[in-house]
Antibody, heavy 120, light 110 residues
Framework: QLQLQESGPGLVKPSETLSLTCTVSGGSISSSSYYWGWIRQPPGKGLEWIGGAYYSGSTYFNPSLKSRVTISVDTSKNQFFLKLSSVTAADTAVYYC????????????WGKGTTVTVSS | QSALTQPPSASGSPGQSVIISCTGNRSDVGGYNYVSWYQQHPGKAPKLMIYEVTKRPSGVPDRFSGSKSGNTASLTVSGLQAEDEADYYCTSYAGSNNLVFGGGTKLTVL
């Protein structure tokens, strides 16, 4: 059964870059049936789609975050990555990595989430 | 893309039915049959309950059903049970391989 695990710093300073890794286990990141996404949830608030990437490297972003987001895939390590630049307190959230189905556009596997706090 | 609109809260007594709505526009809900619903208990990751408007994943009780009319999708929970108390989020395909979420609905079982 495929599993996703987020990892990265739990505390990031304002104006710096948030960097997270999602490790895929129990399956291949190179599957043509899926792509790989990031979603976040600020404390007490709803879910927000950040963006996703196909194993080939093609990327797709929420227009509201596009200017600050980079998502990449390393097929050799079965990992994908999120970078969010110029963070502020508003970027404090639980960050989830997830697996949306290609051409079906629903998420069937989620990571457990990792909390990132932006504070000096 | 703007977040889909959901009522902040919904409630019902055990055994009753509750309907949660999710309103978007022609660029998301109304334009595609790619609406999905997720259940989230406190401190947990979301769980898929409905996909492609009406389909139910294996293991999800048939008390959960989905529908869509125009720009509005709906999740119906029939025969409410205590364990159904959770937050529910709708999601739609929004074009360019992007998704958009609803603001979430807190379902309370009275």
């Amino acid at each position: 059964q495929l599993q996703l695990q987020e990892s990265g710093p739990g505390l990031v300073k304002p104006s710096e870059t948030l960097s997270l890794t999602c490790t895929v286990s129990g399956g291949s990141i190179s599957s043509s049936s899926y792509y790989w996404g990031w979603i976040r949830q600020p404390p007490g608030k709803g879910l927000e789609w950040i963006g996703g990437a196909y194993y080939s490297g093609s990327t797709y972003f929420n227009p509201s975050l596009k200017s600050r987001v980079t998502i990449s895939v390393d097929t050799s390590k079965n990992q994908f990555f999120l970078k969010l630049s110029s963070v502020t307190a508003a970027d404090t959230a639980v960050y989830y990595c997830a697996r949306p189905l290609w051409y079906h556009y629903y998420i069937d596997v989620w990571g457990k989430g990792t909390t990132v706090t932006v504070s000096s | 893309q703007s977040a889909l609109t959901q009522p902040p809260s919904a409630s019902g007594s055990p055994g009753q039915s509750v309907i949660i709505s999710c309103t978007g526009n022609r660029s998301d809900v109304g334009g595609y049959n790619y609406v999905s619903w997720y259940q989230q208990h406190p401190g947990k990751a979301p769980k898929l309950m409905i996909y492609e408007v009406t389909k139910r994943p294996s293991g999800v009780p048939d008390r959960f059903s989905g529908s869509k009319s125009g720009n509005t999708a709906s999740l119906t929970v029939s025969g409410l049970q205590a364990e159904d108390e959770a937050d529910y989020y709708c999601t739609s395909y929004a074009g360019s391989n992007n998704l958009v979420f609803g603001g979430g609905t807190k379902l309370t079982v009275l």
